[in-house]
């Protein structure tokens, strides 16, 4: 997509930065994150998202109605274990996408499709306070204790691993050609059926020294904060209203800086229902808004299935 001048090519270079692999790496809103889990137990998931949005770049590339339009399907398998006598957690996520960009340059249509795999996604995560380390029987009585009030304080980190497809003469990719280290700090606070649950996290960028045949891309922390209140009609089956806000992430491309503080908004609504104590589903609508003249808006509709054992 875009065949710009190589002028503009530079000019756009920061705004692409925030584009690039945008359903897996944008802020999300996962609600349950830090929810409360028996020790020694294996998930596997399997979901798919569309995502389809439009992209504003700077006014004097003359790009105009660029909109984005992305099909995900993507693979997850979470392992629980205690490990210094709490309970964590590791996760692996891996996807494939079908991507593409349209728009008009100079009043030229021009649009840019590709396929393959997303960046591989880790996360390692540990509950601080609450949520003891339990299994079968024991698990089930403190759940029942703990129903009237409970709060849960966990950490965690989140790496993207450039393992995705990317091509180095193209502006806009599905592979970010960069790893993302993402520490996470959350809360959850349980009362009866309503859940409340809050976390913090920064992006921090590593350098992508191929971005646009042979370009220099830095980046600077994202920060965001997510909250979500979850109500729980009966075990397995819950709904939830989250919103998000993150700020900064300012690129330089070759030493320069290219002034595009990010801004975001995201809100979502999610819900779930547990067909058996095994086998569940999910679905959510996930909207993002930049609140400046560069960046993107989004709208996700994702659809997922998990079973435990």
Same mark, same amino acid.
């Given at each position: 997509?875009?065949?710009l001048?190589?002028?503009?090519?530079?000019?756009?270079?920061?705004?692409?930065?925030?584009?690039?692999?945008?359903?897996? $790496?944008?802020q999300?809103l996962?609600?349950r994150?830090? $929810?409360?889990?028996p020790?020694?137990?294996?998930?596997?998931?399997a979901?798919?998202v569309?995502t389809?949005?439009?992209?504003?770049?700077?006014?004097v590339?003359?790009?105009?109605?660029v909109?984005?339009?992305?099909?995900?399907?993507?693979?997850?398998?979470?392992?629980?274990f205690?490990?210094?006598?709490?309970?964590s957690?590791?996760e692996? %996520?891996?996807?494939?996408?079908?991507?593409?960009?349209?728009g008009t340059v100079d009043?030229?249509p021009?649009t840019?499709?590709?396929?393959?795999?997303?960046?591989t996604?880790?996360?390692? %995560?540990?509950?601080?306070?609450? %949520?003891?380390?339990l299994k079968?029987?024991?698990?089930?009585?403190?759940?029942k204790?703990?129903?009237?009030?409970?709060?849960?304080?966990?950490?965690?980190?989140?790496v993207t691993?450039?393992?995705?497809?990317?091509?180095?003469?193209?502006?806009?990719?599905?592979?970010g050609?960069r790893?993302?280290?993402r520490?996470?700090?959350?809360i959850?606070h349980?009362?009866?059926?309503?859940?409340?649950?809050?976390?913090? %996290?920064?992006?921090?960028?590593?350098k992508?020294?191929?971005?646009?045949?042979?370009?220099?891309?830095?980046?600077?922390?994202f920060?965001?904060?997510? $909250?979500?209140l979850?109500?729980?009609?009966?075990?397995?089956?819950?709904a939830?209203?989250s919103?998000?806000?993150?700020?900064?992430?300012? $690129?330089?491309v070759?030493?320069?800086?290219?002034?595009?503080?990010?801004?975001?908004?995201?809100?979502?609504?999610?819900?779930?229902?547990?067909f058996?104590?095994?086998?569940g589903i999910?679905?959510?609508?996930?909207?993002?808004?930049?609140?400046?003249?560069k960046?993107?808006?989004?709208?996700?509709?994702a659809?997922?299935?998990s079973?435990?054992?």
């Amino acid at each position: 997509m875009l065949q710009l001048t190589a002028k503009r090519l530079l000019l756009a270079l920061g705004t692409a930065a925030s584009i690039g692999s945008t359903s897996l $790496s944008a802020q999300e809103l996962t609600p349950r994150r830090w $929810s409360h889990l028996p020790s020694d137990i294996n998930i596997i998931g399997a979901g798919t998202v569309y995502t389809t949005g439009d992209i504003y770049f700077d006014p004097v590339l003359q790009a105009e109605d660029v909109d984005m339009e992305f099909y995900t399907t993507a693979f997850r398998y979470i392992r629980t274990f205690e490990f210094l006598e709490k309970s964590s957690r590791i996760e692996v %996520a891996q996807g494939y996408q079908d991507a593409e960009w349209s728009g008009t340059v100079d009043g030229q249509p021009q649009t840019r499709n590709s396929s393959g795999a997303t960046d591989t996604v880790l996360r390692l %995560a540990m509950n601080l306070y609450g %949520a003891p380390p339990l299994k079968g029987k024991a698990f089930k009585d403190y759940r029942k204790s703990v129903y009237q009030s409970d709060t849960v304080v966990g950490a965690g980190v989140i790496v993207t691993l450039p393992t995705g497809k990317y091509d180095d003469d193209k502006l806009l990719n599905i592979s970010g050609n960069r790893t993302v280290i993402r520490p996470q700090f959350g809360i959850m606070h349980s009362r009866g059926k309503w859940t409340y649950e809050t976390t913090i %996290a920064a992006w921090c960028y590593t350098k992508n020294d191929d971005f646009w045949n042979g370009n220099e891309l830095e980046q600077d922390p994202f920060y965001a904060i997510q $909250s979500h209140l979850i109500y729980t009609y009966k075990p397995g089956i819950w709904a939830s209203a989250s919103i998000g806000y993150g700020e900064g992430g300012e $690129s330089q491309v070759n030493g320069v800086d290219k002034s595009d503080r990010k801004r975001n908004l995201a809100w979502a609504l999610s819900a779930g229902y547990s067909f058996t104590p095994r086998f569940g589903i999910k679905a959510a609508y996930i909207g993002t808004d930049t609140q400046t003249d560069k960046g993107f808006d989004s709208t996700n509709f994702a659809l997922g299935a998990s079973y435990v054992w």
